[in-house]
Nanobody, 128 residues
Framework: QVQLVESGGGLVQAGGSLRLSCAASGRAFTMYSMGWFRQAPGKEREFVAA????????NYVDFAEGRFTVSVDNAKNTVWLQMDSLKPEDTAVYYCAAGRLTYYEAVPPVTPSEYDYWGQGTQVTVSS
């Protein structure tokens, strides 16, 4: 049974940093892309960043480029999302997801429907 468990959210002032973690278990994820999405109240779930577990290829949405870093820790079976220079508009519930790739070097997908497994989410609140 696949489980994705996020942690690391919280309240931070604008300009601060948070590191989210996603503990993954239940199968081997070598052929999976691990994505981070977020959803603010009244808005649709949106893509933030993703990394291919096996090959390490990454993909970022424009607003995350240069501020957020996604990475995989194979030893800990954990996916990280380092978020720096946080802004109030980054306030949302952040979700970790796993989606099977069609081939090893595929670009990590950006749409929620391409992900098969989801965590429960962790709240990030950035105060101004």
């Amino acid at each position: 049974q696949v489980q994705l468990v996020e942690s690391g959210g919280g309240l931070v002032q604008a300009g601060g940093s948070l590191r989210l973690s996603c503990a993954a278990s239940g199968r081997a994820f070598t052929m999976y892309s691990m994505g981070w999405f977020r959803q603010a109240p009244g808005k649709e779930r949106e893509f933030v960043a993703a990394v291919n577990w096996g090959g390490g290829r990454t993909n970022y949405v424009d607003f995350a480029e240069g501020r957020f870093t996604v990475s995989v820790d194979n030893a800990k079976n954990t996916v990280w999302l380092q978020m720096d220079s946080l802004k109030p508009e980054d306030t949302a519930v952040y979700y970790c997801a796993a989606g099977r790739l069609t081939y090893y070097e595929a670009v990590p997908p950006v749409t929620p429907s391409e992900y098969d497994y989801w965590g429960q989410g962790t709240q990030v609140t950035v105060s101004s």
